[in-house]
T-cell receptor
Framework: QKEVEQNSGPLSVPEGAIASLNCTYSDRGSQSFFWYRQYSGKSPELIMSIYSNGDQEDGRFTAQLNKASQYVSLLIRDSQPSDSATYLCAVNTETSGSARQLTFGSGTQLTVLP | DAGITQSPRHKVTETGTPVTLRCHQTENHRYMYWYRQDPGHGLRLIHYSYGVKDTDKGEVSDGYSVSRSKTEDFLLTLESATSSQTSVYFC????????????FGNGTRLTVT
């Protein structure tokens, strides 16, 4: 069973602070990693993708990947109340040449306090 | 939501009845997926399709079947609905390639009474 683990939270940070979300995965063969944001009652929305070790930055978001430690993280700088949502980590766990699958963590609920 | 329409958006049905959920895409993506989302379990893959008439099982496929007769449509059928299938169902699409992300539809909230 290929697993993706996240701290469920809830995680609370004050407005303007850095929020740090973490994810570990069990499949050493995983090649691509994604962070999704999901507001309550809505569908998951892709916010970051990362494929190689190191940092990937997009605006206030930075994804960090360490394949040796099987660890991927998401940093949100200058957190805003509008960032309050559940953040899902997803890992490519392709098992056959004909298709690919993403395995999702159960999500971390983030609350940014005004 | 990336040209993905799920129908119906909400449905209440009784135990033992068949239910079909529809996903329609306008993006001409090859891959289509059905996930369910439950508290504490995150998103779990039910079935997926990698082309017309090409489908395979995911992690939680028991009690579900799928069909894909056209590129744009992917149907999920609960053959005899049970209360454990009460959930939010999401359809997703992606391009081929290991680095292609999934894009999700708006979801269908299904309640089995």
């Amino acid at each position: 069973q290929k697993e993706v683990e996240q701290n469920s939270g809830p995680l609370s940070v004050p407005e303007g602070a850095i929020a740090s979300l973490n994810c570990t995965y069990s499949d050493r063969g995983s090649q691509s990693f994604f962070w999704y944001r999901q507001y309550s009652g809505k569908s998951p929305e892709l916010i970051m993708s990362i494929y190689s070790n190191g940092d990937q930055e997009d605006g206030r978001f930075t994804a960090q990947l360490n394949k040796a430690s099987q660890y991927v993280s998401l940093l949100i700088r200058d957190s805003q109340p509008s960032d309050s949502a559940t953040y899902l980590c997803a890992v490519n766990t392709e098992t056959s040449g004909s298709a690919r699958q993403l395995t999702f963590g159960s999500g971390t609920q983030l609350t940014v306090l005004p | 939501d990336a040209g993905i329409t799920q129908s119906p958006r909400h449905k209440v049905t009784e135990t033992g009845t068949p239910v079909t959920l529809r996903c329609h895409q306008t993006e001409n993506h090859r891959y289509m997926y059905w996930y369910r989302q439950d508290p504490g379990h995150g998103l779990r893959l039910i079935h997926y399709s990698y082309g017309v008439k090409d489908t395979d099982k995911g992690e939680v496929s028991d009690g579900y079947s799928v069909s894909r007769s056209k590129t744009e449509d992917f149907l999920l059928t609960l053959e005899s609905a049970t209360s454990s299938q009460t959930s939010v169902y999401f359809c997703a699409i992606s391009d081929p390639g290991n680095n292609s992300p999934l894009h999700f539809g708006n979801g269908t909230r299904l309640t089995v009474t």
